[in-house]
T-cell receptor, first 115, second 112 residues
Framework: EAGVTQFPSHSVIEKGQTVTLRCDPI?????LYWYRRVMGKEIKFLLH????????ESGMPNNRFLAERTGGTYSTLKVQPAELEDSGVYFC?????????????FGPGTRLLVL | KQEVTQIPAALSVPEGENLVLNCSFT??????LQWFRQDPGKGLTSLLL?????REQTSGRLNASLDKSSGRSTLYIAASQPGDSATYLC???????????FGTGTRLQVTL
């Protein structure tokens, strides 16, 4: 069974540009989460999808971040325009029922550097 | 607001030693607590998940305990090996949409 995959693995962009990160969850997992770790800080929750619906987006830092999950399969996270403080590692995770009785399976992350 | 703290931030031990990693959290109203492992440049691998009603979980050389009332968890690694070298992360699920709150991790190095 394939795990959670993320693309790209690395991205280097200039301030003001747009970047789109993609996450493919484990097949059959309705719950999809985005997290990020900025330099020196802990991993922080961004948002949670259940199928195509946003269940909780309380962690999204501002309106430069837009997450979508059309069709309830893969998800994209767009940052537009990117700022220096957006640099960090963006993780995606998925789980089957989101009940808290099961673990979340994490992808390898996308390392974003904004110059 | 839930806060998770991990001590120590870094630890170096010789191979074969038993060791304990500590995690504390401020809000005891949790659904579960999880320990993850992260290797450099890789994603997070779940090691153990302890439900709020449980006191401990074991997997091989790993044993995690949970004292919800005092807001503490420990990860015990027996007979450490160089392959155990990684960053260990503690995360709590407060049940609000199952979002996890992470600690900053303990970076473990097991030397030959």
């Amino acid at each position: 069974e394939a795990g959670v995959t993320q693309f790209p693995s690395h991205s280097v962009i200039e301030k003001g540009q747009t970047v789109t990160l993609r996450c493919d969850p484990i097949s059959g997992h309705d719950n999809l989460y985005w997290y990020r770790r900025v330099m020196g800080k802990e991993i922080k929750f961004l948002l949670h999808f259940v199928k195509e619906s946003k269940q909780d987006e309380s962690g999204m830092p501002n309106n430069r971040f837009l997450a979508e999950r059309t069709g309830g399969t893969y998800s994209t996270l767009k940052v537009q325009p990117a700022e220096l403080e957006d640099s960090g590692v963006y993780f995606c995770a998925s789980s089957q029922d989101g009940s808290g009785w099961e673990t979340q399976y994490f992808g390898p992350g996308t390392r974003l550097l904004v110059l | 607001k839930q806060e998770v703290t991990q001590i120590p931030a870094a630890l170096s031990v010789p191979e074969g030693e038993n060791l304990v990693l500590n995690c504390s959290f401020t809000d005891s109203a949790i659904y579960n607590l999880q320990w993850f492992r992260q290797d450099p440049g890789k994603g997070l691998t779940s090691l153990l998940l302890i439900q709020s009603s449980q006191r401990e979980q074991t997997s091989g050389r790993l044993n995690a305990s949970l004292d919800k009332s005092s807001g503490r968890s420990t990860l015990y690694i027996a007979a450490s090996q160089p392959g155990d070298s990684a960053t260990y992360l503690c995360a709590v699920d407060t049940g609000t949409a199952s979002k996890l709150t992470f600690g900053t991790g303990t970076r473990l190095q097991v030397t030959l």
